[in-house]
Nanobody, 123 residues
Framework: QVQLVESGGGLVQAGGSLRLSCAASGRTFDRYAMGWFRQAPGKEREFVAGISWSVYSTYYADSAKGRFTISRDNAKNTVYLQMNSLKPEDTAVYYC????????????????WGQGTQVTVSS
C-alpha cells in the first residue's frame, strides 16, 4: 500500500510559477512510476506529466510541454511538478498517482492516488 500526499498548490497570477510536491509512504518508492493528473470543474481528469520507475523517462501532455517539468527524488520519496508560465486554463485540482513498475505514460493504469491539491491561476 502506498499513500500519496500532494502539497504546494495555491493561488497564483497568470505567468507565475508553482512547484507541486507529492510525498509517498513506504520503502519501495523507487519501484513506482509517478504521474501528475489534473481535473478542472466540469471536465474529465487529464494526464499532465509522468516519470518512469527505472530510467526516469518523462512524458508530458501537449499543454504542459515547455512549461512544466516533472522530477523525482527517490531519497525523499517525493515527486515534483514545476509549473512555469501558468495560465488561467491550468486551474484545476492536481493529483499525483503511482504505478508499480510503470512507464509513467498517461495511458498507464495507476494503482494509487493522492487526495489532490488545488491550483488556481488568476488572469
Amino acid at each position: 500500500q502506498v499513500q500519496l500526499v500532494e502539497s504546494g498548490g495555491g493561488l497564483v497570477q497568470a505567468g507565475g510559477s508553482l512547484r507541486l510536491s507529492c510525498a509517498a509512504s513506504g520503502r519501495t518508492f523507487d519501484r513506482y512510476a509517478m504521474g501528475w493528473f489534473r481535473q478542472a470543474p466540469g471536465k474529465e481528469r487529464e494526464f499532465v506529466a509522468g516519470i518512469s520507475w527505472s530510467v526516469y523517462s518523462t512524458y508530458y501532455a501537449d499543454s504542459a510541454k515547455g512549461r512544466f517539468t516533472i522530477s523525482r527524488d527517490n531519497a525523499k520519496n517525493t515527486v515534483y511538478l514545476q509549473m512555469n508560465s501558468l495560465k488561467p486554463e491550468d486551474t484545476a485540482v492536481y493529483y499525483c498517482a503511482a504505478e508499480l513498475y510503470g512507464s509513467g505514460q498517461g495511458r498507464s493504469t495507476y494503482d494509487y492516488w493522492g487526495q489532490g491539491t488545488q491550483v488556481t491561476v488568476s488572469s
